[in-house]
């Protein structure tokens, strides 16, 4: 432990570790709830403006084509696609780690060594960052803050815990055959037992539940 900390205190490798302390204090305040994860997030989408009052030369065509393969370079690894800071963790520890390995078999503390071994880190890093978030694309997509609001009310839902007009409740409601569970009590006092049909008729004031009245036969 005492010679990766060494390791990790070497000048060479000085960025690398305050990267990744960086990333550390940014997970220890999302943990507790102080920002979200998305607070960092980038907009890739960059539209190109256009001066139609200026003539449009060749340097002009160059900078927009460098800035479209820029963006489609950072959605191929991933960046926009999944939390950017979610990417841009993985990437600092691949790279803090692959720097500390080549530092210390090859390059023995030299900033010469350093610098020609950064891309191929970069390089390497960005495949290995790549490999690991792409399996985690359909997980943050439903977590996309621009996705619609369900709407529960008019929908069938089936009582996971019992609930009456007074106890609360908690029920099963199925939207795209994914399950959705939501708070609930009944329009009445009698009590609707756990597996029993309900209909979702309302949502409360306050908006902490919503009141489902019991289908027919229940």
Not at 24 to 42: E, K, N, P, Q, R
Not at 148 to 160: A, D, H, M, R, S
Not at 188 to 209: I, T
Request: negative net charge.
């Amino acid at each position: 432990m005492q010679a990766l900390l060494q390791e990790a205190l070497l000048p060479v490798n000085m960025v690398f570790t305050i990267l990744l302390a960086f990333v550390m204090l940014y997970w220890l305040t999302v943990i507790l709830g102080l920002i979200d994860i998305s607070a960092m997030d980038i907009d890739l989408e960059v539209e190109a403006e256009v001066d139609t009052e200026l003539d449009i030369d060749s340097d002009t065509e160059m900078e927009s084509g460098s800035s479209g393969w820029f963006s489609s370079s950072l959605q191929f690894f991933n960046f926009g696609r999944v939390p950017f800071m979610v990417v841009f963790s993985f990437l600092t520890l691949c790279m803090w780690a692959l720097s500390l390995l080549a530092n210390h078999y090859f390059g023995h503390g030299s900033w010469g060594t350093a610098t020609v071994l950064f891309l191929p880190n970069l390089a390497i890093s960005l495949l290995i960052t790549k490999i690991i978030t792409t399996p985690l694309i359909p997980v943050f997509r439903h977590f996309d803050g621009s996705a619609l609001p369900v709407e529960y009310i008019g929908q069938e839902c089936t009582l996971t815990l019992p609930a009456s007009g007074s106890a609360m409740g908690q029920a099963e409601v199925l939207i795209d055959d994914t399950p959705l569970l939501i708070n609930v009590k009944l329009d009445g006092e009698a009590l609707l037992e756990r597996g029993s049909k309900a209909l979702v008729v309302n949502e409360s004031a306050d908006g902490r539940y919503y009141i489902v009245k019991a289908l027919a036969g229940e």
